[in-house]
């Protein structure tokens, strides 16, 4: 009974984990014309047009290429043709799958989940993963923030989850959930790390919702430089959780100050050739050679920060001005990076190194917001993937170096874990006996 | 134009650097002849006198080693005159920088005082000499404006925290991180040798209590692992960084300070603090004595603050077992560091903008201009 219990158990979790897939639009920035694909872990199924299996079980040291064809996507597989496909799919046979893909001329990356390939508009490769939700958020989280400490990617995990699930039809008439560029969020590979996924799995089923109880908006940048900007500074709507507040933590950080110098002429001349203001008269000129932020404004001489920013391409619209009369240069000396509406990643590392909780941390940038969580989700499947995870992150502690090869990856070391633990309990002895009482009851 | 610039301890080497960044920003041919340390030195030439020679804190310090200081007060103004700036600036030193002032002053030189001496803490009756013998004086926090303006004391300038300007420069670093991934805690037990021999042995308790977390010492590579190990090899939760306290602050979950600047600059990077002082017991009846009553904190926080924001453990009060008690208020409890994070926000709005160095520089310049 106990063994049916298990099985229908993990058919269960099987079920709603994998009913929680996203399709990822990857390299969507890029024009792919030939892509090299090598298997990190697992094995693949690689299906054609209306499911026709190309190859079974495609794994380690197999290279598959793929190039467009007219409409079709060419297939070889180490060194032999298979074809031309109008969709080329590689189905992962296990939970635990990882792909490396390599496209010509542009940097590799490895994702797990499955694969679909075709042929864009534009005649170049249009490549989607289909992957579980939550392995996404894990991507993002990684390739969003950065830091040493999970709670970390706990906040970005939630922050990145509540866009995902408010935005989850952004590219819905492409075909696919999101992109992997900044557009959507950063998805630029796999979660690697297993602190990171921690992190996700940690808040799990978490997301930000204002006082309605509806999901709000979570911008994020990357350092606010002192104070955090209002949506409607930046943007046209006044958000009642995007208020500017003072953010001590985002001081001394690595984006924390920029300076940019150019010459005097061109910064007037920017001013009265873009927005015809008359340089020549001395109020002006003197607002704009000896314009000073000690707290964010909006505007400067009427012009909207914003639009100085994209025009000098500038990190951030907090900035004041150091006129140099002698060198007829002005210093742009500013704080922060990004547009600093919400939360500061920056600020965020901070709060986390000095013990702040999570939930802390986001009604700081997220004024009167609270945080969600969500009844439904699958308790003990999530439970015991952070303790399995908890586990491999304390073995890695143990380690005098950590080197990291396709079999140390975490997710196979993971799985593999899993593997012990059900084989512990089918091999149990008590179990045995159970068995075969309810073998005699049936 | 010539400048003559006298910092005699390791901020004052720290804010000269940044003054003289600014000097030469304005006055790229500038000439400065300078007493200072390694930071400064970065920025142009080599110190006439390196702060390592200079560093006595405390009435009877100074006493032990008064023939050396009058021997550099003697060399200080011989080497002015032979020099002939337009300009001399002091930075903070007041027992030195006032002597040499008067005698500035006396031969027609122009004098600028940066970082003012606290007067309103002590010696309040050196502001007449003051009025006297400076055409400058910037001080540096927010509250000494009414007790210049009180005291009629037009020369007087607020040109902001100069601590400002060393940390907006500062270029984050590796964090410290502890080998086993404790939180790390930041002693900062001073810069002088003696002052370091009393505040780290009392440290080290808490060091030994707290196994679970990782202690760095703030060290200054002048003084060297020599000096550093045999006070703090009975623990192996504790190493010494070198030269790097801004690193350090920017990695620490909460600190352990002896006061002076580094409580500010603990604060400015949102470190919770326990702040410890002791000083030469004679010392302390004399300043008793000659401070009375007449401030409520020491560690600049406070001060600045108004308000009781970072504990403060005072001569007697700084035993291991109220240094233990208080260290667990700063690590434990979570309403109480919040409570301190809050507070320091309010010392970030009262300091305002970076920029002191800019600012002073630019006083330098309209003085010498006029």
Known sequence: MKRIGIILCLLLLAYEVSAERVKVRLFSNNTVDL??????????????????????????????????????????????????????????????????????NIKQRTYEGDLVVTVGKNGKLFIINEVEFETYIAGVAQSEIYGNHTDIFRVQSIISRTWAMKNIHKHKNEGYNFCDQVHCQAYLNRCVRPDIMLGTMQSAGMTIVDSEGKLIDTPFHSNSGGQTANSEDVWRSALPYLRSVPDTFSYHMRQSEWVKVITED??????????????QADSIRQELLQFAQSTRKVRICGVPLTRVRTDFQLKSTFFSVLYDSAAHKVTLSGHGFGHGVGLSQEGTIRMVGLGISYDSIIHHYYTGSRIHFDEDLPHTYVENYIKQIAQIIEEDKQKSTQTVSKKDDWLGRLFRLRDREEREEVYDPNQDELDSDWQYDW | MKYYIIAGEASGDLHGANLMRSILRKDPNAEIRYWGGDAMQEVQGHPVRHIRDLAYMGIVEVAAHLSTVLGNIRFCKEDILAFNPDVIVYIDYPGFNLKIAKFAHAHGFKNVHYISPQLWAW????????????????????????????????????????????????????????????????LLPGSRRMELKKTLPKMMAVVKAYPQYHFVVAG????????????????????????????????????????????????????????CYRANAVSAAIARVLIGDKIRFISLPNLIADLAIVSELIQDDFTESRLMEEFAKVTDDVDNRQRIITGYSKIHHLLGDAGASDRTAEEIYSLMNQ
């Not at chain 2, 010696?123 to 007790?147: A, H, T, W």
């Not at chain 2, 300038?157 to 984050?172: E, I, N, T």
């Open chain 2, 123 to 186: 010696k309040k009756g050196r502001i007449k000499s003051m009025r006297n013998v400076l055409d400058k004086l910037c001080y540096i926090l927010p509250f000494e404006q009414d007790f210049y303006a009180n005291n009629n004391f037009p020369k007087a300038v607020y040109v902001g925290h100069p601590l400002l300007d060393a940390a907006s420069r500062y270029v984050v670093g590796e964090p410290i991180t502890a080998p086993d991934g404790k939180k790390i805690v930041a």
């Open chain 1, 35 to 104: 892509i090299n694909i090598s298997f990190d872990l697992g094995k693949y199924n690689l299906y054609g047009n209306d499911s026709t299996l190309i190859e079974p079980e495609v794994g380690d040291g197999k290279s598959v290429e793929l190039t467009p064809n007219g409409r079709m996507v060419h297939v070889s597989i180490d060194g032999y043709d298979y074809g031309s496909h109008a969709k080329v799919s590689f189905v992962a046979t296990d939970t635990a799958c990882i792909l490396c893909l390599n496209p010509r």
């Open chain 2, 220 to 275: 200054m590579t002048l003084l060297g692992d020599s000096f550093y190990k045999p006070l703090i090899e009975k623990a192996d939760n504790i190493t010494v960084v070198y030269d790097r306290t801004y690193d350090l602050l920017a990695s620490a979950f909460a600190a352990i300070v002896c006061s002076g600047t580094a409580t500010l600059e603990a604060a400015l990077f949102n470190v919770p603090q326990v702040v």
């Open chain 1, 266 to 279: 061109k910064w007037l001349n920017y001013f009265s050739s873009k927005h015809n203001l008359n340089i």
